[in-house]
DNA sequence: TGCTATCTTGTGAACGTTCACATACCCGAA
DNA sequence: TTCGGGTATGTGAACGTTCACAAGATAGCA
């Protein structure tokens, strides 16, 4: 049954005795279908083993029951060709698939430019040959406002994924905000008093939001502002470790580093490993990211964990109901985690 | 200009004063197109920002222009749910998608389940619904023979990823034998005689070939089979820990440890540290896998690397050749690479 | 009973390509 | 000059769906 090839709507029609547009009613759950036909349409498409040709509903209806996931090249491929790889990808294709499967749709991925020359023109000729049912813009993309109104435009609803301006467009997000607070509460809790923030750059929106947070939970405790320090070392281990290396070395050194990314933090745990300073005991330090290496470092990282596949997830099923008619349009916050490992402790009273 | 929507090859061709099928030729890079005409409809289709229309091309002609690639339900839907991260799909991508890119195809990811049952039929239906032009088979759907047979049968050319074995499909692989022998003698290069292989599951074909390298590489070198223990721990942290923890506790203990994949490599760095064994001097650590964490593990692991990306772009490039007419099929082996860092080294007398 | 209003079903056209075939063109050889 | 044979171009049909609309069936109400 299933092995003969190419069961079309017209096969099943014909077993069952009705018109294709019947059978298309049932396929696509439409109204105006008699429930006893209903049944024996679908039993006959079960018994066949028939499957909707995805290019001939694109061609007939205009869904393609694609979505397109959208990444910045020369980051995602500077990842891999340094060997780095791409948590993010992975992720947003664990989210992204297994939404799309539950639906019955498909998620392609493209990397295209940042440039703002090339970025629309790309877009523009991947929507010219997959005509996508949706659009999935990350960062940095997702900032680009251009891209995201010329979408609109063409009638492509699009998902923007780590931002939180909008409201004409579905907007996923975390607060990062927020996020930077409680890391900096968890170090609070844990007897910390200064401490310092390692930012990574200021081109992403995130990271600025990050050292607010920071700045404002130290604030909330009644702290000066000299307690917490914001150091700017672009995401990179080598910058990372090279600042480190002379702010931990002085006398009035912070006790709790948080650092942007994951990479950032391995520098800090290398320099304090340099320097014999024990980690949580006189150093405690605490990642935004969570990617699955940290899990081996020595000592394991306390890190916040983005929701990623979940955010994708998410903006996966808003576009996906948007595509089927009703209004998914809107803004969705999604909840991180503090996870605790052993980078950070009670702190223990210098000697 | 691009900015309108909708292009179509009628469009093209109404604007050069041809008919739509030269058009399709010069798209095609068909022949019979007198070298003039090819020139003002390249012209037009620049200036109008024409794109093709997969799906009517698929509905036209046959072709797609989409690749398939085909995972591990289970196994994928674990590490991710483990927080673990698929490195593997990571690589798959990387490899997958700049390949497709270049050639104008598109790649799509799938999981089908392993069940002997299922995955005939879910791979049916993603066919049914896609349409691919090539299908790639990952381990360990790559070793499924009836899978690969009702490909063929069906007229769809398939790709199998990590095995060396047949000669009617496209095989992909790289010598994991030689891979191990590699390893072994790395170590004995240091100094290192006595060495054991922590094996993941005898189900991998590739495990096992590793074994057979282990032992050969060995027995090569002149050494009593007893110089070389193997053990099995599934691949997993705690198994291998466990089974190490015994292993290096004894008084003839191995002073080199060959791990199948990096999370059982892990567990030697762990058990080392535990048992205050330094790595290298007491102890040389090797692994399989080479994911982007290794980096960042104290010390760094030297590790054999798998060309997964490339792999899959071999796979990819093949699929397409074949479904433009070209007969690529073929056995292909792929150079593996040693990374040494710092968890080898040249071996220090005990004291 | 007859006549709408609604539910149910069917029909031709359309989507944008490529395929198979037909036709027109060109050049050289008989 | 005429014919053959490749080269260049165009035409109708087909791919498998859905859409827009038409038509038949059924129910509701006077």
Redesign the pocket.
């Given at each position: 049954m299933a092995d003969k090839a190419?069961?079309?709507?017209?096969?099943?029609?014909r077993a069952v005795?009705?018109?294709?547009?019947?059978?298309?009613?049932v396929?696509?759950k439409?109204?105006?279908?008699?429930?006893?036909?209903?049944e024996k349409v679908e039993e006959a498409i079960a018994r066949l083993g028939?499957?909707?040709?995805l290019?001939?509903?694109?061609?007939?209806?205009?869904?393609s029951f694609l979505i397109l996931a959208v990444n910045d090249r020369q980051r995602t491929l500077e990842n891999w060709q340094a060997g780095r790889g791409n948590d993010w990808v992975d992720q947003m294709l664990y989210g992204g698939m297994t939404e799309c499967e539950k639906e019955g749709y498909h998620l392609v991925f493209e990397l295209i430019d940042t440039d703002p020359q090339l970025a629309p023109v790309q877009l523009s000729n991947s929507i010219?040959s997959l005509r996508p049912d949706g659009i999935i813009l990350t960062p940095p993309h997702s900032d680009n406002e251009e891209l995201a109104r010329m979408l609109t435009n063409r009638g492509i609803p699009c998902a923007r994924v780590g931002r939180s301006a909008g409201t004409d467009y579905v907007d996923v997000f975390m607060d990062e905000n927020a996020a930077a607070a409680e890391a900096v509460r968890h170090l609070l809790r844990q007897g910390h008093s200064k401490m310092a923030f390692l930012a990574g750059s200021p081109e992403y929106g995130s990271s600025q939001k990050r050292v607010e947070g920071f700045r404002k939970a130290l604030q909330e405790a009644g702290l000066e502002v000299e307690a917490g320090v914001v150091a700017k070392a672009n995401f990179q281990f080598d910058t990372a470790a090279e600042l480190l290396l002379e702010m931990l070395d002085a006398p009035d050194r912070p006790t709790g580093i948080i650092a942007d990314n994951d990479e950032m933090a391995f520098a800090a745990l290398h320099v304090a490993d340099k320097l014999s300073l024990n980690v949580p005991d006189d150093l405690a330090i605490i990642s935004f990211e969570d990617t699955p290496g940290v899990r081996f470092s020595v000592p394991p990282l306390t890190a916040i964990r983005q929701p990623t596949s979940e955010m994708i997830a998410r903006a996966c099923a808003c576009l996906i109901d948007i595509s089927r008619g009703k209004d998914a349009v809107g803004s969705y916050e999604l909840p991180f985690r503090l996870i605790e490992r052993a980078t950070t402790g009670p702190r223990q009273p210098a000697l």
């Open positions: 190419k069961v079309t709507i017209e096969d099943v029609a005795g009705v018109s294709r547009q019947t059978v298309s009613r396929i696509n439409g109204p105006n279908v008699k429930e006893s036909v209903r028939y499957i909707p040709n290019s001939a509903r694109r061609m007939g209806g205009g869904r010219a």
